[in-house]
């Protein structure tokens, strides 16, 4: 909710830092750029071992929701992991959909929540310190930030929750993908791309597009032009252009940083080859994303993991095959920045084994290394998602508002049902034994 006192404590910190001494801008070398299908870092191949972290900023806000101290633990188990690279939320609209995370980084009006905008940055500083790069994300197409149908509530009064049982699949994806074609929609959530990617970080004294701790600004978590090809037909044209306008937007603000959609890929263009390669065509666009669902998406069974699990992995395994292609004929590179896997059993309880999950992130890392040793386009991943300490607080693993143990499994999805627990040694050993060995690799061989 907006108060008084919101309002105060906004204008409080935009003051704050606006009156910051400036501070010098970081030197070209220092940010992630994009060559052909390659990112850089300093004239070198940049390769990354990440991590999903969508509650950075709610840890590292000085309010009763966050925990600066776990932060700073948090990071210190990810980067001894060598986990170099954070994708963040970096919004949330105060929703009335049922599940969505609160607080949100703003309302329907232009007042931010200073509380939110601090934890990011602060949570930005915490990483520069350890020499972590950030993806941030501005919006999300699904509900448990707010998202899309958020700033449609804002402009129409109306909403629909996903999962509704009134208005099953494919309803509310296609209810989302409407603000697109909606231009005050789009407006307010240009409003927030101008203030965040311009805004200057309060710890640092450092504005956020001089700021190389960031890597890339990312549109939004998993846009889809609807729900189904039917519906997204007519869509694509406003989905395009949000996709272009967006990120020309993005760039007329930053110069420094690199734009990317945040898709699925191909299931998040409803299984469309040319939609995917017209959205991430755009020259604005530098790098191409995939995510990877084994679960959500029936390629295999909770109840049957071991009966299921190798026909699932060959097709994960054709889905990266998939999207390499797509991006060498685009000519940009590749990152695998969501991939999760559910416990042994289905569980949701650290104390659930993790031993076909453990299997899954193996297949992905070596994926993502053997196109670097062979020169091909896919420049790191990020696994979703960093649990850490947080723990379930309910026995069903149910989300309740004003809740803040903060899981890697967002306030819609059961606590423990994708995310890595600190406790997760096997998992943990595996995404370790592949930082160091993306660290050591050479130079790619011929393919």
Same mark, same amino acid.
């Given at each position: 909710m907006v108060t008084r006192r919101t309002v105060l404590g906004?204008?409080?910190?935009?003051?704050?830092?606006?009156?910051?001494?400036?501070?010098?801008?970081a030197p070209p070398a220092a940010f992630v750029r994009r060559e052909g299908t390659r990112l850089t870092l300093d004239g070198k191949p940049y390769r990354f071992a990440g991590a999903n972290l969508w509650y950075g900023a709610w840890l590292g806000a000085s309010a009763e929701f966050g925990n600066r101290d776990r932060l700073a633990r948090e990071l210190d188990a990810l980067a001894a992991m060598g986990v170099a690279n954070l994708r963040i939320l970096a919004s949330a609209e105060t929703s009335p959909l049922k599940n969505s995370v609160r607080p949100g980084f703003r309302d329907r009006g232009n007042v931010w929540n200073p509380a939110l905008l601090d934890g990011l940055d602060h949570c930005l500083a915490e990483m520069a310190k350890r020499n972590m790069k950030a993806v941030l994300y501005l919006?999300?197409?699904?509900?448990?930030?707010?998202?899309?149908?958020?700033?449609?509530?804002?402009?129409?009064?109306?909403?629909?929750?996903?999962?509704?049982?009134?208005?099953?699949?494919?309803?509310?994806?296609?209810?989302?993908?409407?603000?697109?074609?909606?231009?005050?929609?789009?407006?307010?959530?240009?409003?927030?791309?101008?203030?965040?990617?311009g805004r200057a970080n309060g710890v640092t004294g450092t504005a956020y597009r001089d700021d190389p701790t960031i890597m890339a600004w990312q549109l939004a978590n998993e846009p889809r032009p609807a729900g189904d090809?039917?519906?997204?037909?007519?869509?694509?044209?406003?989905?395009?252009?949000?996709?272009q306008g967006t990120a020309r937007l993005i760039k007329s603000i930053d110069r420094n940083h690199l734009v990317s959609t945040g898709s699925e890929g191909l299931k998040g263009s409803v299984e469309s080859a040319d939609i995917f390669r017209k959205t991430h065509a755009f020259p604005e666009i530098d790098y191409l994303t995939t995510h990877i669902w084994p679960l959500n998406w029936s390629w295999v069974d909770a109840k049957d993991i071991p009966g299921t699990h190798a026909a699932a992995t060959a097709k994960v395994a054709e889905y990266l095959q998939q999207h390499?292609?797509?991006?060498?004929e685009i000519g940009k590179p590749l990152?695998?920045?969501?991939?999760?896997?559910?416990?042994?059993? +289905?569980?949701? &309880?650290?104390? #659930? *084994? %993790?031993?076909?999950?453990?299997?899954?992130?193996?297949?992905?890392?070596?994926? /993502?290394?053997?196109?670097?040793?062979?020169?091909?386009?896919?420049?790191?991943?990020?696994?979703?998602?960093?649990?850490?300490?947080?723990?379930?607080?309910?026995?069903?693993?149910?989300?309740?508002?004003?809740?803040?143990?903060?899981?890697?499994?967002?306030?819609?999805?059961?606590?423990?049902?994708? +995310?890595?627990? &600190?406790?997760? #040694? *096997? %998992?943990?050993?595996?995404?370790?034994?592949?930082?160091?060995?993306?660290?050591? /690799?050479?130079?790619?061989?011929?393919?």
């Amino acid at each position: 909710m907006v108060t008084r006192r919101t309002v105060l404590g906004t204008a409080a910190a935009l003051a704050a830092a606006t009156s910051l001494p400036a501070a010098a801008a970081a030197p070209p070398a220092a940010f992630v750029r994009r060559e052909g299908t390659r990112l850089t870092l300093d004239g070198k191949p940049y390769r990354f071992a990440g991590a999903n972290l969508w509650y950075g900023a709610w840890l590292g806000a000085s309010a009763e929701f966050g925990n600066r101290d776990r932060l700073a633990r948090e990071l210190d188990a990810l980067a001894a992991m060598g986990v170099a690279n954070l994708r963040i939320l970096a919004s949330a609209e105060t929703s009335p959909l049922k599940n969505s995370v609160r607080p949100g980084f703003r309302d329907r009006g232009n007042v931010w929540n200073p509380a939110l905008l601090d934890g990011l940055d602060h949570c930005l500083a915490e990483m520069a310190k350890r020499n972590m790069k950030a993806v941030l994300y501005l919006t999300n197409f699904w509900e448990w930030s707010g998202g899309m149908m958020t700033y449609l509530y804002y402009v129409t009064g109306k909403y629909m929750d996903a999962n509704d049982p009134a208005h099953p699949w494919p309803a509310f994806a296609n209810a989302t993908a409407q603000f697109y074609a909606n231009p005050k929609a789009v407006a307010l959530y240009d409003d927030w791309v101008r203030a965040i990617v311009g805004r200057a970080n309060g710890v640092t004294g450092t504005a956020y597009r001089d700021d190389p701790t960031i890597m890339a600004w990312q549109l939004a978590n998993e846009p889809r032009p609807a729900g189904d090809a039917a519906t997204a037909a007519p869509l694509l044209p406003a989905f395009h252009a949000w996709i272009q306008g967006t990120a020309r937007l993005i760039k007329s603000i930053d110069r420094n940083h690199l734009v990317s959609t945040g898709s699925e890929g191909l299931k998040g263009s409803v299984e469309s080859a040319d939609i995917f390669r017209k959205t991430h065509a755009f020259p604005e666009i530098d790098y191409l994303t995939t995510h990877i669902w084994p679960l959500n998406w029936s390629w295999v069974d909770a109840k049957d993991i071991p009966g299921t699990h190798a026909a699932a992995t060959a097709k994960v395994a054709e889905y990266l095959q998939q999207h390499q292609a797509l991006a060498r004929e685009i000519g940009k590179p590749l990152v695998i920045e969501e991939f999760g896997y559910p416990r042994d059993g +289905g569980g949701y &309880d650290p104390e #659930a *084994s %993790t031993h076909f999950k453990d299997l899954y992130y193996q297949q992905i890392y070596d994926a /993502v290394l053997n196109s670097v040793r062979t020169g091909g386009p896919v420049a790191g991943s990020n696994f979703w998602a960093w649990n850490g300490a947080g723990r379930a607080v309910h026995g069903d693993h149910r989300f309740r508002p004003g809740e803040t143990a903060w899981l890697g499994d967002p306030p819609h999805e059961p606590q423990g049902w994708y +995310g890595v627990f &600190d406790s997760d #040694a *096997s %998992t943990r050993a595996v995404i370790a034994a592949h930082a160091k060995a993306l660290a050591t /690799v050479g130079e790619p061989i011929a393919s």
